[in-house]
C-alpha cells in the first residue's frame, strides 16, 4: 500500500539547512537543532529509549492515556482529523484510534521515510480511516495543507516535545496550532518538573541507549553537511539546569580537534560543549499559562499519582 506524501518539499533535501548548521557550529557556544537528531537511525534509537524502564516520560504518559481514554475521547470528540506532530512509529496515535474514530488521519515528522514505513503498516490495519503523511520541520513554521480536512482538526503533540523549545519557540508553534485547529483542539503531552535523580537516570541511562541516540546526531550533520565528525572524539553528557527549568544535552569533545566541511572548519578544545537538544520541564501552572498566551481559553488536564507528567486538552 502507497501511503500519501505531501508535496511538501523533503526535509533532507533542502539546501537552506546548511547555513542553519553552519550558524549553529561556528557560533561561539557551538550547538545543533535537536530536529536532527532524527534521521532514520536516530528514530530508530529513540524508540528504544521509550523502551527503557529509566525513561519514564513513554510509561507514564501511556497510563494516563489508558487511565483516562474515555474522558480524553469525550473531551476531543469522536470522528475528526488528527493530526500527529512527530509521529514517529504512529503507535501513539494509534492507540486512540479506537476511542476518537478519526476519518482522517496526518502523520507529520522530520524523517519522513520513517514516517512512511510506520503508516503503510498501519493503513492496512485501519483501511477506513484516510492516512496521509508529511516530511516537515514544523520547528519554524507549520502549515497544514489546504487539502486536509479543516473541520473538527485535533492536533496530537504528545511526549513532551514541546519541551525542546523555548519560551518564545513554543508560544510561536502553539499559536501556529491554534490558528489551523478550526473547531478543534490541542490534545499535548507536557513534562513535569521533579528531582535530579529522576531526571538523570531518563537521560543518562546506563545502556547508554541515549548517549548513542545524541552521539548520532554528528553522522546526521556529516549526512547534511559533508562534515567529517568523528562520533569516537566525543562523549554524551547531560546536566539539569535549575534556572530555566530544563535537562540540557551536550556532546563533549574527548580531544583538541578540527572538524571541517566544503569553505568552512571549526576547532574544538578538548571538553568544549556542543548544544544538542534541552527538554524544558513545566508546572502545571506555567503551562496553562503558555496555552492561553498562545490563545487557548479553555483546558482539561489529567496527570498520573507522581505528578511526573500531565496531558492536556485544550481549545
Not at 226 to 239: A, I, L, M, T, Y
Request: net charge negative.
Amino acid at each position: 500500500m502507497q501511503i500519501p506524501v505531501s508535496s511538501e518539499a523533503h526535509p533532507t533535501a533542502s539546501p537552506n539547512f546548511v547555513p542553519e548548521i553552519e550558524i549553529g557550529l561556528l557560533a561561539q557556544s557551538a550547538s545543533i537543532s535537536p530536529k536532527f537528531l532524527y534521521d532514520p537511525l536516530g528514530s530508530h534509537l529513540f524508540t528504544a529509549i521509550t523502551l527503557l524502564p529509566e525513561y519514564y516520560p513513554t510509561n507514564t504518559e501511556k497510563n494516563i492515556f489508558i487511565q483516562y481514554q474515555d474522558q480524553i475521547a469525550h473531551a476531543v470528540g469522536i470522528g475528526g482529523t488528527l493530526i500527529d506532530l512527530g509521529a514517529g512509529n504512529c503507535e501513539k496515535a494509534e492507540s486512540f484510534f479506537s476511542s476518537l474514530k478519526p476519518s482522517n488521519y496526518l502523520a507529520i515528522d522530520f524523517s519522513v521515510e520513517y514516517l512512511q514505513d510506520a503508516l503503510e503498516k498501519l493503513a492496512g490495519k485501519y483501511p477506513h480511516i484516510l492516512m496521509q503523511c508529511i516530511g516537515m520541520d514544523f520547528s519554524k513554521r507549520l502549515i497544514i495543507p489546504d487539502t486536509i480536512a479543516k473541520k473538527q482538526r485535533t492536533f496530537f503533540y504528545p511526549g513532551s516535545s514541546i519541551g525542546n523549545f523555548s519560551s518564545a519557540e513554543a508560544l510561536e508553534l502553539l499559536s501556529q496550532m491554534k490558528s489551523q485547529t478550526q473547531d478543534g483542539g490541542l490534545l499535548i503531552g507536557v513534562d513535569l518538573m521533579k528531582d535530579d535523580s529522576v531526571l538523570m537516570a531518563a537521560y543518562d541511562d546506563p545502556l547508554k541507549v541515549t548517549a548513542a541516540f545524541n552521539l548520532n546526531i554528528l553522522r546526521s550533520i556529516n549526512a547534511h553537511l559533508g562534515s567529517n565528525f568523528r562520533v569516537e572524539q566525543f562523549r554524551h553528557q547531560v546536566q539539569v539546569n535549575h534556572v530555566e527549568n530544563r535537562v540540557e544535552l551536550y556532546l563533549e569533545a574527548l580531544e583538541d580537534l578540527t572538524v571541517s566541511w566544503p569553505g568552512k572548519s571549526r576547532i574544538f578544545k578538548r571538553g568544549e560543549l556542543i548544544h544538542t537538544e534541552h527538554s524544558h520541564k513545566y508546572t502545571i501552572h506555567s503551562i496553562q499559562q503558555l496555552l492561553k498566551n498562545a490563545g487557548f481559553t479553555t483546558t482539561q488536564i489529567w496527570t498520573d499519582p507522581k505528578d511526573y507528567f500531565a496531558v492536556i486538552y485544550a481549545q
